[in-house]
Each structure stands twice: as C-alpha cells, then as structure tokens.
C-alpha cells in the first residue's frame, strides 16, 4: 500500500512537473505571437505610407512632365 501511495505520488509530482513545462511553453509561444503581431502592424503600416508616398510621387511626376521623353517610344516602333 505504501508503494502504491509512492508511485502516485510521484506521478502526481511528474505530472505537475509537465503542466509547468506547458504552462512556461505556452508562455513563451504567447510572447512570440505578440511580439510577431506587433511587428506584423508596423510592417503593414510602413507598407502603407511607401504606397503613400509612391503614389504622391506619381501624381507629381505626371503633373510636372505629362509629355515626357521617358514615356516617348523609340523611333524604330
């Protein structure tokens, strides 16, 4: 009986010892995520303002040269 008492709890203990592991894992993956989350928002908002920018400089582009050599075809066409 006492051996029985011993073996459950040390798989009581053992037991213990993996929900710990998991709860530090799980933790840890949640940190990641959020870390990667955070970085995945500046990402997309600095994509955001180069598009910004790229169409900004278009429109001036256009604005400034409509004709311009740039857009001419070669002569051979």
Do not use: N, W
Not at 28 to 36: I, M, P, Y
């Amino acid at each position: 009986m006492a051996d029985t008492l011993q073996e459950v709890q040390q798989q009581v203990a053992e037991l213990q010892a993996q929900v710990a592991f998991q709860e530090d894992t799980v933790r840890g993956l949640d940190d990641a995520l959020a870390a990667q989350q955070r970085e995945l928002l500046l990402l997309r908002r600095q994509i955001e303002l180069l598009q910004a920018r790229h169409e900004a400089f278009i429109a001036q582009h256009e604005a400034a040269a409509p004709d311009s050599p740039l857009d001419e075809k070669p002569p051979h066409y």
